[in-house]
Nanobody, 124 residues
Framework: QVQLVELGGGSVQAGGSLRLSCAAS????????MGWFRQGPGKEREFVAAINWSGGSTYHADAVKGRFTISRDNAKNTVYLQMNSLNPEDTAVYYCAVKRGQGLFTVLAAFDYWGQGTQVTVSS
């Protein structure tokens, strides 16, 4: 049974930083691409960042490029999202997701399994 557990959410003031983690179990982690998505209040879930199976390729949405960084540690079955220079528009529930395959995936429907989400709240 695949499980994804996100940790690291919380409340922070604008300009601050948070580091999210997503620990995976029940799968061969190194054979899966990973992604982070978010869903703000009253909004649809949107793509944030993606990383391929090895960590050698990453892609970030324009809204977070230069501020957020996705990374992974296959030895720990964990993917991370370092978030810097946070602003109130980043307030959302953040989800990690896995997709079996060697590419980079950015489309929500492509992912196979999802975590339960972690709340990030940024105050001005």
């Amino acid at each position: 049974q695949v499980q994804l557990v996100e940790l690291g959410g919380g409340s922070v003031q604008a300009g601050g930083s948070l580091r999210l983690s997503c620990a995976a179990s029940g799968l061969t982690f190194s054979t899966y691409a990973m992604g982070w998505f978010r869903q703000g209040p009253g909004k649809e879930r949107e793509f944030v960042a993606a990383i391929n199976w090895s960590g050698g390729s990453t892609y970030h949405a324009d809204a977070v490029k230069g501020r957020f960084t996705i990374s992974r540690d296959n030895a720990k079955n964990t993917v991370y999202l370092q978030m810097n220079s946070l602003n109130p528009e980043d307030t959302a529930v953040y989800y990690c997701a896995v997709k079996r395959g060697q590419g980079l995936f950015t489309v929500l429907a492509a992912f196979d399994y999802w975590g339960q989400g972690t709340q990030v709240t940024v105050s001005s």
